[in-house]
C-alpha cells in the first residue's frame, strides 16, 4: 500500500469513528474504545489535512503561472511551500509508525554473569549498579526481586523491576551479551582481561496479558540456600515455577514468605512467555527485512566496555563514547539509547514506505 493510500484510509476511519461517537445507544466499554481511537487518530489526521493542504496550495499556485500578472507571486508562494512538503510527509510518516504494545511497561530487568570467572561477577555487579543509577537519573524506582552474589562481592544473577513512565521504551535496546576489557584487581602482571554478562530486559506483564493455565504450571518448594542459621533457611520458602508448554523456568527465594517469592515468579514467568511470543513474532517478521541492521537476538555481543581506553562502544549502531564513567554512572547511557531509539525508528519509516 502506497503512502498516499495509507494517509487516505487513516483520514476515512477518523471520520467513520466520528459518526460511530456521535450515534445513541453505545455501550459504555464499545464508547470508551472507540473514543480512545477517535483520539489517537485525531493528531494524525489534522497531520494529513495539513500536508494535503499544502500540497493543494502548490498545485493552484502551479496553474497561476501561467497568468503573467500572478506569475511571480505564484512562483513565490511555490518556492515557499515546496520545501515543506517533506518535512510534512515526514511528520505524518513518524506519527504513523506503530508503536510497541509495551513500550509504556514497566521492565524486570535480569543480569547474570557470562564468560571471566569471578571479573564476570564483578563486571554483572557493575552493570546491575549502571542501571540502578540510570533510573535514579530518570526518576524510576528500582526494586531488587533477586540478588545472588559469588565469593567476591561480584553478582552471578540479579533481578529487579524498574517502574516509572515508558521505562521498557527506553532499555528494551539494553538486551544482550554486554563485554567488559579491564584489568581485575586480582591481576598481578597488569593484562588486560576480556569478561561477558548476558541482560535481559522484559516488558512487565499483567494477570490480563498473559493468559498462564494452572495445569500447565510445576510449583516446587524448597529451603532458600544461604548462610547457614539464617531464618531463610529454616524453612521452605523458595519456589521454583515451570512453565511445562515452554519448559521455561523461573526460581525465587529472595522473600522469606513462600507466597511473596510465588507472586514475584509469576510475575517473571509472565513477562518471559510473553516475550517468548513477542519475540518469535519480530523474529519471523524481521526476517523479510534484508536491510533491517543486527538482529536484537540476545546472543549477539551488543556492547563493549573497554576500561584502558576509557571507552564504550554499541557495535549495533558502531558508536563510541570516551567518557566511560559517566555511561557507567547512568548519566551518559541516554546517548547510546537515543541513537537507538532513531535508528529503530528509521527503520520502521522505511517499513512503512516500503523502501
Known sequence: MSLTETLARVLARHDELRDALSQQGLAPDQFAKLSKEYADLTPVSEAIVGLNRAR????EAEAMLADPDMAAEAKREIEALRPRIPELELQVQRMLIPKD???????????RAGAGGDEAGLFAALLFDMYRKYAAVHGWRFEVMELSENDVGGLKEGVAEISGRGVFARLKFESGVHRVQRVPSTENAGRVHTSTATVAVLPEMEETDVEIHDKDLRIDVYRASGAGGQHVNKTESAVRIT???????????????????????????????YEQRDRAIKSAHAAERKSQVGTGDRSERIRTYNFPQGRVSDHRIEMTLYNIDQVINGTELDKFIDALTTREEAEKLAELSGT
Open 56 to 59: 493543494q496550495e502548490i498545485t
Open 101 to 111: 504494545a509495551a513500550d509504556e511497561r514497566n521492565a524486570i530487568l535480569e543480569i
Open 243 to 273: 512453565h511445562i508448554p515452554t519448559n521455561t523456568v523461573v526460581a525465587m527465594q529472595d522473600e522469606r514468605s513462600q507466597h511473596k517469592n510465588k507472586a514475584k515468579a509469576m510475575k517473571i514467568l509472565r513477562a518471559k512467555i
